[in-house]
C-alpha cells in the first residue's frame, strides 16, 4: 500500500461506512414515502432524490477506490479524477431536472446544496486528483474535504427530502382529507 495513503485508511473507512448506511436508510425513508405517491413525485425524486443517493455513493466509492491496496498512486488518482469529472457533469445536468419539476419551487439554500456545493466539491476531488503527482499530501487533503463535503451534502438533502414529504406533503394530504 502507498505510506500517504496509510493514515487516511480509518477516516476513508469511517466516511465510506457512513455513506453506506444513510443509503441504506434513504430507501428504507423512500419505501415508506411511497405509500403516499403524488402527481410530479417521478420528475421531483430525479431533482432532488437522484442526486442525495448519487454523492452518497460516490462518497463511498472514493473511499473503497482509496482503501484499495494499490501499489502506485497513478491508478486512483485517475480514477478520482475521472468520478471528480464525472461529478462535475453530472452537476450541470441536475438544474435542468430543478426547473423541469414543478411541483416544489426551490430556494437560495436548494440551488446551494443541489448545484453550487457539490459542483464545488466534485471540483475539488477532480482538482485534487491532478495535483497527486506533485502535492501528495496536500492532494489527500483535498480528497478528504470533498468526500466528506459531498457526505454533508447529502445528509442535508435526504434530511430536507424527508421533512418536505413529511412536514408539507403530509399535511396537504390531511387538508385534502378533512371535511
Known sequence: MIAELIGWDSFFFMVGSSAAGLIGLTFIVLTLLAERPFKGAAEAGAAFLTPTIVHFGVTLLVSAVLLAPWQTIGIPAT?????????????GIIPLRIRRQKIYNPEMEDWLFHVVLPLAAYAGLAWSSFMVSSQLPESLFGVGAATLLLLFIAIHNAWDNVAYHVFTVRNEAQREKAP
Open 79 to 91: 480514477l478520482l479524477g475521472i468520478i471528480g469529472l464525472m461529478g462535475m457533469v453530472y452537476v
